[in-house]
């Protein structure tokens, strides 16, 4: 057998096309260093070297802004919603409850008071709905 006609088999990775050989070194002073975190946790990139590189050559960097504000009303609002679900669930109950247990008498009496307390409710809601879209509208980007 020829050499030629083995199929040679190549190990480790494949060369780049334009490998970076160059490098540079740069050194930052405290508040220097603490600016240039900053901007590099804004940035949303992974690697400080390519980082550095749209900086210097002036690609667009993408920002990513987290607001805290509005994740934590957020979290805020799924946990009421599912503490509003939990009611309803709850509301189901009791008057199964009520109309099996009680007269009829007794039972009107208790269900208007609920009927009441679900008005309430409802107007809450409301006021969750108008605040939530009032919050969209002034605070949260489209």
């Not at 990139?45 to 590189?53: L, P, W």
């Not at 309803?88 to 009441?116: D, H, W």
């Amino acid at each position: 057998m020829t050499v030629e006609s083995k199929k040679v088999k190549q190990i480790g990775r494949k060369p780049k096309a334009d490998p970076a050989v160059f490098r540079y070194s740069v050194s930052f002073n405290a508040k220097e260093h603490a600016e240039f975190l900053s901007r590099f946790e804004q940035s949303g990139m992974n690697v400080k070297a390519h980082f550095i590189t749209a900086c210097i050559f002036e690609r667009q960097l993408k920002v990513i802004k987290i607001d805290k504000a509005a994740m934590d009303y957020y979290m805020r609002l799924t946990t009421f919603y599912s503490q509003f679900r939990a009611i309803g669930v709850n509301y189901n109950q009791i008057t199964k409850t009520i109309k099996s247990t009680f007269t009829e008498k007794k039972a009107l009496a208790f269900l208007y008071k609920l009927e009441n307390a679900t008005r309430k409710l409802v107007e809450i809601n409301k006021q969750i709905m108008d605040l939530t879209a009032e919050f969209e509208q002034k605070w949260l980007q489209k």
